[in-house]
């Protein structure tokens, strides 16, 4: 069957047609718009709040470019470098300065407690009026002391530090050699005795100043002032060379026969580091030479002490004046912050030149000082406990 069109039907499908367009534009109408196209983004602002549309701006001048100011050029410390941008902070206060950071002066420390198990010998050479011959020496050798001590050190942020230690202690072993040489005595003469309840007591403090300091490393220089009392006592005599005049039937041991007092002054001057060795250890070393040592002692020979002539009167007084070192080192363990332990070993040596002064002190006899060497041993090994504390804020002290 043919398809037949009227000329109505087309005039009514193109009166749809346009029906339907006139909807779909008023629809456009009402949908959402540009606001910076066909009205304005603000409100408040005067032309456009009477009610009067603004005439819309040309695309091509919408889309004009504008001049983008540049942002100030910021200086060290405010320019990131990171590579990215300087921060909307930084392009608005670019003048701002950070404050400086001040370090309050401060001393912050570290005392502990030592026990140092220590060995040594002690003696003295004797020699004649005129100095060049040898008339007795004296070794009191084979030492062992058991004492304790305690130290302490106080560093300050300038750099200057304090330290020092004081301890006290016993001598319970050791013997004595004492031998006498012609002509002096004829023939020579070797006793030996046995040395026990001797005395130990010392103490040191120096100034100073860190040379280097890092984390890992840190090294002063100081100057000081050591105390050294040492006293042994013998007991009992016997011979063991050929001389039997002297102590040819032997003394028992319960009869104190000698003891030496010796007080040794000496400054010195050195160096310590700590060297970190990685975790919680450390190693601490100290050196130091001592350019003056001052010896001021007493020898008390028991048994001669007496009013026949040839006696003495008592104690002997000795000095003497010289030199020496100490060396010292610890492994140290941090158990947390402020606690730590330790081992280490130490070695003092001392030396001086002087005189035992037999004037006015023998009966009946006008004697005269002779000179006489002294020197002094003692080393031995430490444990040690220590507790820190600080930052400590000094004010104006410094």
């Avoid at 006293?231 to 011979?239: D, E, I, P, R």
Wanted: proline share 8%.
């Amino acid at each position: 069957m043919a398809l037949r069109i009227y000329p109505a039907t087309v005039l009514v499908a193109i009166a749809a047609m346009l029906g339907m367009a006139a909807i779909a534009n008023a629809a456009q109408d009402d949908a959402a718009r540009w606001p910076s196209i066909y009205e304005p983004q603000w409100p408040n602002v005067s032309g456009s709040a009477v009610g009067e549309p603004q005439k819309p701006a040309p695309v091509a001048a919408a889309l004009k470019p504008t001049t983008i100011p540049t942002p100030p050029v910021l200086s060290a410390p405010e320019a990131i470098v990171t590579g990215s941008a300087p921060s909307p902070v930084a392009n608005r206060w670019h003048d701002f300065k950070a404050a400086p950071v001040i370090v309050l002066p401060a001393f912050h420390g570290e005392f502990g407690l030592r026990y140092w198990m220590n060995f040594g010998e002690t003696a003295k050479n004797l020699y004649n009026i005129a100095g060049n011959a040898m008339v007795s020496r004296l070794t009191y050798d084979g030492l062992q002391g058991h004492a304790i001590e305690a130290y302490g050190r106080v560093d300050h942020t300038s750099g200057f530090y304090m330290k020092g230690y004081a301890g006290i202690g016993i001598v319970n072993r050791g013997q004595l050699n004492d031998e006498d040489f012609p002509p002096f005595i004829t023939p020579y003469s070797s006793t030996t005795s046995e040395q026990r309840e001797g005395t130990l007591a010392y103490a040191s403090i120096d100034l100073g100043y860190n040379l280097i300091r890092r984390p890992e490393f840190r090294l002063g220089a100081y100057a000081g002032y050591h105390y050294l009392d040492q006293s042994v006592s013998a007991y009992g005599c016997g011979q063991i060379a050929a001389n039997n005049a002297v102590c040819g039937n032997p003394i028992p041991n319960n009869v104190l026969v000698i003891t030496q007092s010796n007080h040794w002054n000496s400054l010195r001057v050195g160096l310590d580091a700590t060297v970190m060795l990685g975790g919680p250890f450390s190693l601490t070393l100290d050196a130091a030479w001592l350019p003056y040592v001052k010896l001021n002692g007493g020898d008390s020979h028991w048994l001669r002490i007496g009013t026949a002539p040839g006696s003495f009167t008592g104690e002997i007084p000795e000095d003497g004046q010289g030199n020496g070192y100490q060396l010292a080192a610890a492994l140290v363990y941090a158990v947390n912050r402020d606690v730590s332990v330790a081992v280490g070993g130490r070695y003092w040596r001392m030396d001086t030149n002087g005189n035992t002064h037999f004037e006015g002190n023998v009966v009946g006899v006008n004697a005269l000082p002779q000179p006489v060497d002294w020197s002094v041993e003692s080393y031995g090994v430490f444990v040690q406990g220590s507790f820190k504390f600080g930052p400590y804020p000094t004010g104006g002290f410094f």
